[in-house]
């Protein structure tokens, strides 16, 4: 019995001294921001918030994120310490053969398999506050909630979002900041501005122990203009003004706060773009409709995640399927002016944690992304100026991890795991998170 109670004595210690080191966390992502890009020495650009953060904590030489390099996979692996195969988040698209689905994303936080940070912060009883986080729509343990959503890209998206949002807190946040609502969506400039704001705003009203945001333009301007333009450079810069701003006003009404600056993967310039679904159309392994410009019939096709594609079967347990899909991939990796760099099959994307949906994954050179024309040549110029989606192993695709606050001390972690983050994060934060495969780097 002494011992009993010797025993839950020491554990209520335990629980103690964690609530008593954990500090509230402001976790913003930098879509698209690569290490090298506030690294030492800089690439010539004049971002002195994120530098200050670098210089006052802890940071990754790099990030190894996973397959895909897209948006949507990464940011469900940083919020939940585990690969897709596990989280469900396999693309930033949800496959859609026949294009039913109107361009899809997978926006919906019911499509996490997984817990979340957001999940572990609620409960254990603290506030959790988002803004545009990707995979966030209808999470319910968000209390204030400003997901990212977008269905025709108008006027009509912003009465969306709202009715999406918690209810009554856009407009509470628009008179807290005296900024348009419509100005928060959107990948401009201007727009992370006002995200920035809002959270700046949300955290003086709210006070939340976790608060996640995800800030877009770079990646917008990465892809338009390329990785290293001046117009990409111009607007990391206009970021690193905004969340300079939000951390000095968040840190005003959250003294002991840790700021965590992420990012879901690099950039990689583009120069072609390689149309596999005008292949598997040329293979008869799907079928176009010039009249409603788009697939009516299919036994195979590639899933677009821009720097590689995953292919999916219709039938992935006939072996003759299987055969004539892989015979096809062959011939077209034979070809150097083709741009793949490899190709792998199911064991191998479960060795790199993809999805368990397709059969076969493509994985191009830097320099060419998957095209979207469904007929004609198979390599045509690049529609964009830069891309990611490649496989995690290309250096290029490497994202960023800074971590600064109260009790963190300076350190150079070295290249880290992707899904080493969520559970860092949990431990700062003070929950436990035993579900992440990763571990804690601090």
């Known amino acids: ?11 209520l210690l335990l629980m103690a001294a964690s609530a008593a080191s954990a500090h509230p966390v402001l976790m913003i992502s930098i879509d698209g921001l690569r290490p090298a890009d506030i690294a030492a020495p800089p690439r010539g650009l004049k971002v002195p918030n994120l530098r200050a953060i670098l210089a006052a904590g802890a940071s990754a030489s790099g990030v190894r994120n996973v397959l895909p390099t897209v948006t949507y996979p990464n940011h469900t692996t940083l919020i939940t310490g585990v690969w897709p195969a596990q989280h469900g988040v396999t693309n930033n698209t949800v496959f859609d053969p026949l294009q039913g689905n109107m361009g899809g994303w997978y926006w919906y936080a019911s499509d996490i398999k997984v817990p979340t ?43 969306l979002n709202a009715a999406l949002s918690t209810p009554g807190l856009i407009t509470e946040l628009s008179r807290a900041t005296s900024l348009d609502p419509a100005t928060a969506f959107g990948s ?14 949300l955290i003086s009203a709210y006070r939340p122990q976790l608060f996640t945001l995800h800030l877009v333009s770079l990646d917008h301007y990465e892809h338009k203009y390329g990785p290293g333009s001046p117009e990409a450079n111009a607007t990391l810069e206009k970021i690193d003004a ?71 079967l219709a039938h992935p347990g006939d072996d003759g399927l299987n055969a004539r899909v892989a015979e096809l991939l062959k011939k077209l990796a034979a070809d150097p002016a083709n741009g793949i760099a490899a190709v792998i099959d199911r064991t191998a994307i479960a060795a790199q944690g993809g999805g368990t949906e397709p059969s076969f994954w493509i994985d191009f050179k830097p320099g060419y ?11 045509t110029p690049g529609s964009n100026k ?17 971590i600064a606050g109260p009790g963190i001390r300076k350190k150079s972690l070295g290249e880290v795991d992707m899904r080493d983050i969520a559970p860092t994060v949990a431990k700062v934060l003070g929950v436990p998170f035993p579900s992440a495969a990763g571990k804690p780097l601090l």
């Open 242 to 312: 905004a969340v300079g701003q939000l951390v000095a006003d968040a840190r005003k009404a959250e003294p002991d706060l840790v700021v965590v600056i992420v990012s879901d993967h690099g950039f990689a310039p583009v120069a072609h773009d390689v149309n596999l679904m005008s292949a598997f159309v040329a293979a008869g392994l799907a079928t176009y409709d010039p009249e409603k410009r788009k697939i009516a019939v299919w036994d195979a096709e590639p899933w677009d995640s821009g720097g590689s594609a995953a292919v999916m």
């Open 188 to 201: 401009e400039p201007q727009n992370d501005a006002t995200r920035a704001s809002f959270a700046a705003a």
């Open 369 to 379: 992304e998957t095209g979207g024309k469904f007929t004609g040549p198979l390599v």
């Open 1 to 11: 019995m002494r011992s009993l109670r010797f025993l839950l004595s020491v554990l």
């Open 386 to 402: 830069g891309t990611h989606g490649y496989f995690p192993m290309h250096p290029e695709m490497r994202a960023t991890f800074l």
């Open 117 to 159: 940070l957001w999940d572990a912060v609620h409960g254990a009883h603290g506030v959790v506050a988002s803004i545009s986080w990707p995979v966030s729509v209808g999470a319910a343990s968000i209390d204030y909630n400003i997901p990212e959503y977008w269905r025709v890209f108008n006027a009509e998206d912003v009465k």
